[in-house]
């Protein structure tokens, strides 16, 4: 007996579908199948601190109707949040993303210590079409608290 991923219940070792839930399992691979729409889904069995090291999701649970979120030490998908996150919205301490928040960012929209994409925001460092920063800012237009206080302060 093993627990199922999606609903805990106890199910066969052997079972590729929950009697309970009604998600797919693949035994071997932890590997999940549904219906095209519902998206795609992969856990690594290996685990750090009861996340996965790599967790793989795309698309909605058709039993919740939300998002598939991947969280894991590396995460990829629409939503990801894990120590290495790409996805489209993303939350990590390195981040590649649509939109992104983490300590070092690289997004469309990017928001973390050190920023880097279309619009910018960082705390020490910001790199972008649209730089924000209250430390370092490069880009087209900049915004950055450590050149407005010297240049109020000290010119
Ligand atoms: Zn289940």
Redesign the pocket.
């Known amino acids: 007996m093993k627990a199922?991923p999606?609903?805990a219940?106890s199910?066969q070792d052997e079972a590729i579908k929950?009697r309970?839930?009604?998600?797919f399992i693949d035994p071997r691979s932890t590997m999940i199948y549904g219906p095209m729409w519902s998206g795609f889904e992969f856990r690594s069995q290996a685990e750090i601190l009861g996340y996965p090291l790599v967790h793989i999701a795309s698309g909605w649970n058709p039993r919740t109707g939300l998002p598939r979120v991947a969280k894991g030490v590396l995460a990829v998908g629409n939503f990801a949040i894990g120590l290495v996150a790409i996805g489209g919205f993303a939350l990590g301490g390195f981040t590649i993303a649509g939109i992104g928040f983490g300590v070092v960012v690289v997004a469309g929209i990017a928001m973390g210590g050190f920023s880097f994409g279309g619009i910018a925001i960082g705390f020490f460092l910001a790199v972008g079409g649209l730089a924000v920063s209250l430390g370092y800012a490069y880009g087209g237009l900049v915004i950055s608290a450590r050149e407005l206080i010297q240049k109020v302060f000290f010119r």
């Open positions: 199922c999606y609903c219940e199910i929950c309970y839930c009604g998600e």
